[in-house]
């Protein structure tokens, strides 16, 4: 049975898995950071001005950089196939937010979080490279199937052997 994602259950996730998100957020953007810079969750559900929400935020501060940096980025999140009004999302709150926050941060960034791209939407992002908006796919829609066992024989002649215990095809390292 497949599970449908929200994209609030998608942003939770990751809010549970902050560190390893975080990590790749920073290697988005290794070509304009220095290895010595340092990420920031500010929160989620970011209010930008009165009336935009972006679903993350995080501050990038980079000691190496000539002015000692500082960059925001911001994160929106669709439990969805990437498309192009996605992505002008994205544009636009990146737009806002260098328009409400100025002076504190050097630069804005954003990245697009989806579950692949539409056709469409992969001609922007090809002529999109080195600009401030990056895109992430998550590799699959998640799939639960329920396991329904009652009786103790049922879970054994369940359970399957890893092949990587045991060697393959009858050889042995036993003499």
């Known amino acids: ?8 259950s998608f942003e939770n ?17 290794n070509d304009r950071i220095s290895d010595d810079a340092s990420i920031q969750f500010l929160g989620n559900q ?18 190496d950089a000539l002015t000692g940096d500082s960059y925001l980025v911001l994160v929106e999140l669709k439990a969805a196939q990437l498309t192009p009004s ?3 999302q994205l544009c636009r709150y990146v737009n806002i937010a260098a328009e409400v926050v100025p002076g504190y941060y ?3 960034f954003g990245v697009l979080v989806g579950f692949g791209y539409s056709e469409s939407v992969s001609d922007i992002l090809m002529t999109s490279q080195g ?10 829609q998640y799939d639960f199937t329920p396991l329904r066992l009652t009786y103790k024989s ?13 060697p393959l095809d009858g050889e042995t390292d036993v003499e």
Not at 133 to 139: D, E, V, Y
């Open 86 to 88: 996605h992505y002008n």
């Open 13 to 29: 996730w990751i809010c549970d898995h902050i560190e390893p998100f975080q990590e790749c957020v920073m290697r988005l953007f």
């Open 106 to 108: 050097s630069d804005v």
């Open 46 to 63: 970011f209010r930008l001005g009165k009336d935009n929400i972006v679903d993350m935020a995080f501050a990038i501060e980079d000691p």
């Open 1 to 8: 049975m497949a599970i449908e994602i929200t994209e609030k």
């Open 154 to 166: 049922e879970y054994i002649n369940s359970l399957h052997l890893d092949s990587r215990l045991f």
């Open 131 to 140: 600009s401030n908006i990056r895109t992430l796919s998550a590799s699959s």
